[in-house]
C-alpha cells in the first residue's frame, strides 16, 4: 500500500475554482489506479472521477462531468482534481484513493489506500 496526502480544499463562493492535489510516498513504483472519491455530511461516499492510468480516458460521474477534470502522473502516484463552476452540492470532504494495476473501479471497495481527506466547502 501507498500513503496519500490531499491538500488543496478550503472554502469558495459558488461558481469559483479549486484545484486539489494528491501525493503518494511509500511503494510508490509501478502503476496505480487512481480516482477521487467525496462524502457530504450524512450521506455515503462517492465516485467522483478516476484514470486507471497516463493516457488512459478518464471516467467522472454525471454529477461533476463537464466541471470537473482529473489528471495525473501514475507513475509518480500523483493526482489532481480540477474543479470548476463549483455549486453548493459539492461541499463535501475529498478523498484520493489508489489500487495497484490498470483496472479503475467505481466502488471505494476496489480501492486499498486512502487519504485522510480535505474539505471543500462551497458557499452560495
Known amino acids: 500500500q501507498v500513503q496519500l496526502v490531499e491538500s488543496g480544499g478550503g472554502v469558495v463562493q459558488a461558481g469559483g475554482s479549486l484545484r486539489l492535489s494528491c501525493v503518494a510516498s511509500?511503494?510508490?513504483?509501478?502503476?496505480?489506479?487512481m480516482a477521487w472519491f467525496r462524502q457530504a455530511p450524512g450521506k455515503e461516499r462517492e465516485f467522483v472521477a478516476g484514470?486507471?492510468?497516463?493516457?488512459?480516458?478518464?471516467v467522472y460521474a454525471d454529477s461533476v462531468k463537464g466541471r470537473f477534470t482529473i489528471s495525473g502522473d501514475n507513475a509518480k502516484i500523483m493526482v489532481y482534481l480540477q474543479m470548476n463552476s463549483l455549486k453548493p452540492e459539492d461541499t463535501a470532504a475529498y478523498y484520493c484513493?489508489?489500487?495497484?494495476?490498470?483496472?479503475?473501479?467505481?466502488?471505494?471497495?476496489?480501492?486499498?489506500?486512502w487519504g485522510q481527506g480535505t474539505q471543500v466547502t462551497v458557499s452560495s
Open positions: 484514470i486507471a492510468r497516463i493516457g488512459a480516458r478518464a
Open positions: 511509500g511503494r510508490t513504483f509501478g502503476n496505480y489506479a
Open positions: 484513493a489508489a489500487q495497484p494495476g490498470i483496472y479503475l473501479g467505481t466502488d471505494e471497495t476496489d480501492f486499498g489506500s
